[in-house]
Nanobody, 116 residues
């Protein structure tokens, strides 16, 4: 069973920065895609950013330039650096992993709150 351990998040002021980290309990060789999604109150879960096995990165268009995703192959981790935070970035952020059989796994979620 794949386990995803998230860390980071918390409270930030508008214009500030936060960093999220997610560690997977499996080898990097078992991972097809890994990344982050978020869900704000009353809204659907949406893509933030993902990084694929070959290194291709996909960002939500609205977040390009402010958020940066990075991957550590040695540790099966993926980090999300969030800069210039806005109140509308407030959401629960979920780590996601897709394995080589296209099975999806989710972390428990970490709250990010941005105050104005």
């Amino acid at each position: 069973q794949v386990q995803l351990e998230e860390s980071g998040g918390g409270l930030a002021q508008a214009g500030g920065s936060l960093r999220l980290s997610c560690a997977a309990s499996v080898s990097i060789f078992s991972i097809n895609v890994m990344g982050w999604y978020r869900q704000a109150p009353g809204k659907q879960r949406e893509l933030v950013a993902t990084v694929a096995r070959g290194g291709a990165i996909n960002y939500a268009d609205s977040l390009k330039g402010r958020f940066t995703i990075s991957r550590s192959n040695a540790k099966s981790t993926v980090d999300l650096q969030m800069n210039s935070l806005k109140p509308e970035d407030t959401a629960v952020y979920y780590c996601n992993l897709e394995d080589l059989y296209a099975r999806a796994y989710w972390g428990q979620g970490t709250q990010v709150t941005v105050s104005s």
